[in-house]
């Protein structure tokens, strides 16, 4: 790891402490899950640009990102107690705030700044604004695939009746074993991502996830959903009546050919 981006860690890890330690009880715990996150996405973007093999100072923007993507999520716990963006409080957005109220990202350059700033402030969004630059489009696609596979397992690690609503996701969301929104429905099998506003049943919740597989940019992640079993794990929530034999299928196959490259 370079000086700029071990300070960069050294510098969240410091943030994320000042807040653990203003909380307790349960958000101390979700406070140290985010730190914890933040290493993972760390670790699937080093391992996509292992692969993409970018000039360094791509390479760096990129890790940097990694870091520091989720810094509001320390605030937007400890002042709200909750995950959920759609509460008044965008942590992609107020990151980038933080972020450049700082002279932390000053040695990358206005430049690169600016593209690191881009990445944390876009890295949640459904679908990416079209007047990027290249750059800032290639760092903020990395950033957001190395994040949704993290977010795949951890979502994975708490998908029961008792976890799945609740105030780390959705807030309204209900468990059902058979009900599935239409629209959510056709969504899938046009292959198109889900609008969060869309999801009002657990199914609709798993299929969101699994509709991830149509915005994901390079080939590490999926080999890794492919591999890990991870991906084959999301459809055995889903029941195996109704239209899911049929979507399971689809996203099987589109798996597949991924994977293969």
């Not at 989720?70 to 980038?96: I, S």
Request: with cysteine.
């Amino acid at each position: 790891m370079e000086p700029i981006e071990r300070h960069c860690l050294e510098w969240l890890l410091a943030f994320a402490r000042e807040h653990r330690d203003r909380t307790g009880g349960e958000l101390r715990g979700l406070i140290q899950r985010k730190i914890t996150h933040t290493m993972r996405v760390l670790a699937h973007a080093r391992r996509i640009l292992d692969e993409l093999q970018p000039a360094p100072e791509l390479r760096r923007a990129a890790e940097i990102a990694a870091i520091l993507h989720d810094t509001a999520r320390f605030p937007q716990l400890e002042r709200r107690a909750t995950f959920d963006d759609h509460a008044g409080y965008n942590h992609a957005v107020e990151g980038a705030r933080i972020l450049a109220g700082t002279d932390l990202l000053a040695p990358l350059g206005e430049k690169w700044r600016a593209v690191v700033l881009t990445a944390v402030r876009l890295h949640n969004l459904g679908v990416l604004p079209d007047d990027l630059t290249g750059e800032e489009r290639t760092v903020t696609e990395l950033l957001r695939d190395a994040d949704k596979l993290d977010a795949i397992r951890n979502n994975l690690r708490h998908m029961d009746p008792k976890t799945l609503h609740g105030k780390a996701l959705k807030s309204g969301l209900t468990w059902h074993e058979t009900e599935v929104s239409p629209e959510v429905v056709r969504l899938t099998l046009d292959r198109q991502l889900i609008p969060f506003q869309s999801i009002k049943w657990s199914n609709d919740f798993i299929l969101f996830l699994c509709n991830w597989l149509h915005d994901l940019h390079f080939p590490y992640p999926y080999r890794h959903l492919d591999r890990t079993g991870r991906f084959e794990e999301l459809l055995g929530w889903l029941p195996d009546s109704g239209p899911f034999p049929e979507i399971k299928a689809l996203l099987r196959a589109d798996l597949a050919r991924a994977a293969r490259g």
